[in-house]
């Protein structure tokens, strides 16, 4: 008897995917249907979807969507997270979106340790609106507005954000996976399953970092994006866990001082 | 006898999937789907052994595996 070993999630909806071919989104998307599919959560789960090429993520999710300004995702998520605090709440976001236009956002969400989940797909550069320089950019890589490579004295260094995040108290939950080889793919489903569980269990911020390919924009085949991916960018985006439940404090509630008894 | 199903509407010929699979079962087609891409098929395909492989790369969830 023939059995159905690998079929498509229900956490997605039936609607083709208007990505590029070979483009990450398609797998993050999956993970991210699977990941609810299996936690339950698909009927309690509202997401956010970007301004970027994921833009039309709500029409690919099988889950309540909202689309908030560009950037401010985090900032929506902490308002529908702190209305609806049964609901799970994930931001998907791109490096543009996340990482440039709505730093502010994250940072201050994060530090604030708000119990929502950000999935963050990092492709080095803006694909939608035509492969500019992102933060994320890496150094001598061309760009339409690095035609030349990316110059640091001009442009400066890119920004790696699961370790700028880890300085933080609050978060709970920081990794960086990458998705260009199966291998990568099942630790990046793991890590996106970590991220919902913290949420779940009320333990605070959690934000998944992903590696994609973005052939199109790189100007490069899908098979050659991959090997960018894995030769590139992993070198200086280093794959890892940068912050766990485990190793957190307990956040307890300060006593209310006057300035002058804490000195 | 495991074998894989590419949904020719969903795939864009991206061979992520060729290079993802360990045992070179697939292979890109001669003739283009509906939507003008070439899409993947089963070119060895009494050596498949439904390892999913090739559907976890797959960024347009166009393949299914049957075991």
Redesign the interface.
Known sequence: MEKKVFERTKGLTEILMRYCPGCGHGVVHRLVGEVMEELGITNRTIGIAPVGCSVFADEYFNCDMIQPAHGRGPAVATGIKRVRPDCIVFSYQGDGDLASIGMAETIHAAARGERITIIFVNNAIYGMTGGQMAPTTLLGMKSTTTPFGRDPRVAGYPIKVCELLATLEAPAYLARVSVHKPANVLKAKKAIKKAFQVQMNDQGFSLVEILSQCPTDWFVTPLQGIDFVEKMMIPFFPLGEYKTIEGKKETVKPEPKKVLETV | ?PRIEVDT??C?????CV??CPYKVIGMSKKFASTG?YPAVMVKPEKCT?C??C???????A?????
């Open positions: 006898m509407i969903r864009k010929g991206c061979e992520l290079v993802a891409y439904g999913t492989l559907a976890l790369v797959c960024p347009d969830v393949i299914e595996v049957y075991k």
